[in-house]
């Protein structure tokens, strides 16, 4: 029988009601969080996470497109104050963007620079991290935010590689995680392939929001179909 | 004596004096005629600190023995006398290395060399000998800038002696150099100063096959090679050399083969195999030249110079 965890997202959980009224994000699924730009991607994952460490579940962050400090900020507009959570360490952030603008980032126990032009490094450390949290727990939240950068960085076909190892650690400790990636910034067949890795997938496009899973026991792909908005407190679905 | 009789003979000529070889006519002496004079005059200065050298020297002196061949050395370049100009460098070359300042010594010979090849002079071979018998090995470059109009069978036997063993702890910054060129290699040398070098470096490698970096597997080798240089084991850190070289020949990754290229050679020169030193040296400063890469020859004539420092 397929558990759920809370989503985060106010009316998300009501929409992907399953046979089993049960509803929100599959435990120990990795969803990738695909659409346009400027749709919300970055938030739903952030939300997501937020979620997460107010119920006491620890969260592995990779970073490519923000850095530690962009995240802290645009995190901190819709009131979701992590730092306290930083200093708990029950996040555990990789930055991986930072580096490359020359910024020093002061590493600690739960807060590692990386860069996306070294992918082996950060899977590396992706793996350190999740050993890392399930140690704290063995329901921990995942985020790679997101795929953009790393397609910028390296070939398609290592991207596709970092994605599978990445889908594999968190599988492999249990973990329930979200990938973000923007539509159209690469092409329509490593699209496609990026998409065949993700049994769920949720597509913003700015006014709707789309879920699609499919379960290994289930032949038919299960489709949940609503509008959503961006308010002061995050993402919300109608 | 020889000075002074033509110090006095000037005077002479210049105060109207008397003298068996004055003509009956009043001599106009031209700027031609007074910058004759004074080049004569500085040629006799050079040869005075000339002998005042020799004589610091016998009695062990060898600072102020410098000095005046340094002064001397700086008459000749402005008088252009190339030959005494070699002759002076020449000497300096063998002051600094009784002194056991082997690397000025050298670059005293060098420039004493280029000079006679440039007259033609035959002392070229005589410090040709100087230069083999300090006994420091040079790559095909440097021995095309020294041994020029040579033939190529005599540069082959260039080195025939073994320098004595580096002092790791001196060259390892200068490795780190050398690795730190390629793409990735500053975070994963990080790795290398863990609490597990060996067991993270491992980890990474294993990573970088699972996602098919094979850039960032090759540099892992090189490091993984650096580690165990650090701990005196050669012969295992040459494996892991080679096999970086093989794997960057295979995704035809020049830098990547200069700078494996390097650091074989700096292994060999660890176990005391002269002729793969040579050989690999070479090979990596001939890759840095054909990419052009400036900064690359740089690095790798630092860490050259490091291994042979005194």
Not at chain 1, 146 to 153: D, G, P, Q, V, Y
Not at chain 2, 276 to 283: D, E, L
Request: glycine share 6%.
């Amino acid at each position: 029988m397929i558990k759920f965890i809370e989503s985060g997202i106010p009316g998300f959980n009501e929409l992907t009601l399953f046979n089993n009224n049960e509803g929100g994000i599959p435990e120990k699924s990795i969803i990738l969080v695909y659409g346009p730009p400027k749709t919300g991607k970055s938030i739903f994952c952030n939300q997501f996470s937020y979620h997460g460490l107010l119920n006491h579940e620890p969260c592995l962050y990779v970073t490519t497109d923000q850095s530690m400090k962009q995240l802290q900020s645009n995190m901190m507009d819709f009131q979701w104050y992590i730092e306290d959570y930083i200093q708990k360490q029950t996040l555990y952030i990789i930055d991986g963007i930072s580096h490359l603008s020359g910024a020093k980032l002061i590493e600690t126990n739960n807060v590692k620079s990386s860069s996306v032009g070294n992918p082996a490094d950060m899977m590396v450390k992706v793996g350190i991290g999740s050993r890392s949290v399930y140690k704290k727990s063995n329901h921990f939240r995942s985020v790679l935010d997101s795929i953009n950068t790393l397609l910028a960085f390296n070939p398609d076909q290592m991207v596709m590689r970092v994605l599978k190892a990445y889908i594999r650690r968190i599988s492999e400790a249990g973990g329930t995680g979200m990938i973000a990636y923007t539509e159209g910034i690469t092409s329509p067949e490593t699209e496609k392939n990026i998409k065949s890795l993700f049994d769920n997938t949720i597509r913003l496009d700015g006014q709707n929001i789309l879920y699609e899973s499919r379960f290994e026991d289930a032949n038919e792909l299960n489709n949940f179909k609503s509008t959503y908005s961006i308010t002061d407190n995050g993402l919300v679905v109608n | 004596m020889k000075e002074l009789l033509l110090i006095t003979g000037i005077f002479d000529r210049l105060s109207g004096g008397s003298s068996s070889e004055k003509t009956n006519e009043q001599e106009e002496y031209t700027i031609e005629d007074y910058q004759e004079l004074l080049n004569e005059y500085k040629d006799a200065e050079a040869k005075i600190r000339i002998n005042m050298a020799t004589l610091y020297f016998e009695n062990e002196n060898f600072k102020e023995s410098m000095n005046n061949l340094e002064k001397a050395n700086e008459i000749y370049t402005e008088l252009k006398d190339l030959g005494k100009k070699a002759l002076v460098l020449d000497l300096m070359g063998d002051i600094n290395r009784i002194n056991k300042k082997n690397n000025s010594a050298l670059k005293n010979y060098r420039d004493a060399y280029r000079i006679y090849s440039e007259i033609k002079s035959d002392h070229k071979y005589e410090i040709q000998e100087k230069i083999d018998s300090i006994g420091v090995s040079v790559t095909a470059r440097e021995a095309e800038t020294i041994y020029d109009g040579v033939s190529p069978k005599r540069t082959e036997n260039i080195t025939v002696t073994k320098p004595m063993a580096p002092d790791y702890t001196k060259i390892s910054s200068n490795i780190e150099e050398v690795i730190g060129m390629l793409k990735g290699a500053d975070t994963y040398l990080s790795y290398a100063k863990s609490e597990n070098p060996m067991e993270a470096l491992e980890n990474a490698y294993e990573m970088s096959g699972e996602i098919g970096d094979d850039t960032a597997k090759s540099t892992l080798l090189l490091i993984m090679g650096y580690v165990n240089l650090e701990k005196s084991k050669t012969e295992i850190s040459l494996k892991y050399f080679k096999e970086a070289f093989e794997n960057f020949h295979e995704i035809d990754d020049k830098l990547g083969e200069a700078v494996s290229s390097l650091l074989i050679g700096t292994a060999y020169y660890i176990i005391g195999d002269m002729d793969n030193v040579n050989s690999n040296f070479r090979k990596s400063i001939a890759i840095f030249r054909e990419l052009k890469d400036v900064f690359g020859e740089d690095v790798a004539m630092r860490l050259m110079n490091a291994i042979y420092e005194d």
